[in-house]
């Protein structure tokens, strides 16, 4: 009878720790919360945008604010939104309109929200929370993870980046944030890729689109982060980072990639979608989440993408070209988690008629 009390005893302990853990995980996450709520309320009355971490990392003031407001949906959406106008604070409504009108053309949606920097690299921001070195902090969003498990049970897809961004964000190909910039780095935009088109390449008629050729090298750049910007303090080095640009094999050669207006998939939503590829303010050209698709998946997509919220704006400019998303198969609506809170709301858009 030894054995069996053992194992029981076993199994109870370990229960206890798995417990004991999430409860530690629980408090750090309510802690980090309303540090990342101070942070931003403070930054905010000095009409800052900027907050200053770690190492030379700088954070989004915005972004902080998005963490440290709650639940964002359902009742307690206006009082977290910024939008102006508080009936469209709520984001559920609008998403499930769109999945509908996806749905009856028989497109298939994947929502995928880009993680807060602050989430992936809180000890850069924070001093309220403990993780052993070399280990990946636990999760720090329970609002994000309760709204993805709320869009799911509705029959929304969510690609959720978190776990596989925590466990790469020490990785050999560098941080997946610019420290500098609001947006992910170039080696999150690889990660990402490759993540959506396993998605992608799922559906079975991925293998039957036209292939082309391309190829990749990385190559180091130095960069004008829009945080760099914001602060205003010239005396600090910029930043560089490791991008991997992507060449298409043409007949007169190697050439930037470009997007196909007749591409069965679009990528849709806010600038995470245009750096490294618009050029100009969006830092660079060939390197970005479309052209890294194109590589993983051996074709180029379609792209709407906007400067400025990847909410509504995005899908009014998909509405104003007014073909109903004919030929398209999948929808990849990929936009910054503060998009939650802190765009200009969620206005349901006949994109389908």
């Given at each position: 009878m030894r054995?069996?009390v053992r194992?029981a ?14 409860a530690?995980?629980?408090s750090?996450?309510a802690?980090f919360l309303r ?11 000095s009409?800052?945008m ?5 190492d030379?990392?700088l954070?989004f003031a ?15 959406a206006a009082?977290?939104?910024?939008a102006p106008?508080k ?6 409504p609008?998403?499930l309109d769109?999945?509908?009108?996806l749905?009856?053309?028989?497109i ?5 929200p880009?993680p807060?920097?602050?989430v ?5 921001i924070s001093?309220?929370?403990s993780?052993?070195k070399?280990?990946?902090?636990p ?17 929304v897809?969510?690609?959720?980046l ?5 466990r ?9 944030y610019c ?9 999150a935009?690889?990660l990402?890729?490759?993540?959506i ?8 008629w ?7 050729a391309y190829?990749?090298?990385?190559r180091?750049v130095?960069?004008t982060?829009?945080l760099w ?5 010239a ?9 991997t ?11 930037l990639?470009t ?5 069965p ?7 995470h ?5 618009g050029?100009e ?5 060939g390197a ?10 051996g ?8 400067r400025?919220?990847?909410?509504t704006p ?7 070209r007014g073909?109903n998303l004919v ?6 609506w990929?936009?910054?988690a ?9 206005r ?6």
């Amino acid at each position: 009878m030894r054995q069996p009390v053992r194992l029981a005893a076993c199994a109870f302990l370990a229960a206890a720790l798995v417990l004991a853990q999430q409860a530690l995980f629980a408090s750090q996450a309510a802690s980090f919360l309303r540090d990342m709520a101070n942070k931003a309320a403070a930054a905010m009355r000095s009409d800052a945008m900027v907050v200053s971490g770690a190492d030379g990392w700088l954070f989004f003031a915005p972004e902080l604010r998005s963490l440290g407001v709650g639940r964002f949906w359902g009742p307690a959406a206006a009082k977290a939104s910024s939008a102006p106008d508080k009936a469209y604070a709520d984001p559920l409504p609008a998403i499930l309109d769109f999945k509908a009108q996806l749905d009856r053309k028989g497109i298939q949606l994947l929502i995928v929200p880009v993680p807060p920097k602050a989430v992936i690299y809180p000890d850069m921001i924070s001093a309220q929370l403990s993780f052993p070195k070399g280990t990946p902090p636990p999760r720090l969003d329970p609002y994000h993870q309760e709204f993805y498990r709320l869009l799911a049970s509705k029959g929304v897809r969510v690609l959720d980046l978190t776990p596989a961004f925590l466990r790469a964000r020490d990785g050999s190909a560098g941080p997946l944030y610019c420290r500098q910039d609001t947006h992910w780095s170039g080696a999150a935009c690889v990660l990402a890729a490759r993540l959506i088109a396993a998605e992608v390449k799922k559906q079975r008629w991925c293998a039957t689109v036209r292939k082309r050729a391309y190829v990749s090298q990385p190559r180091s750049v130095t960069i004008t982060g829009d945080l760099w910007q914001m602060l205003g303090d010239a005396s600090l080095p910029k930043e560089r980072l490791t991008l991997t640009f992507v060449k298409e094999r043409t007949p007169s050669g190697l050439a930037l990639p470009t997007t196909w207006r007749q591409s069965p998939v679009l990528l849709l939503g806010d600038s995470h979608n245009l750096v490294f590829h618009g050029g100009e303010d969006m830092l660079a050209e060939g390197a970005g989440l479309a052209d890294q698709l194109a590589l993983q998946l051996g074709f180029p997509i379609d792209l709407v993408a906007v400067r400025g919220s990847g909410a509504t704006p995005a899908r009014i400019n998909l509405l104003r070209r007014g073909d109903n998303l004919v030929g398209k198969r999948f929808v990849v609506w990929c936009f910054s988690a503060r998009e939650f809170t802190e765009g200009q709301g969620w206005r349901k858009v006949p994109v389908i008629r």
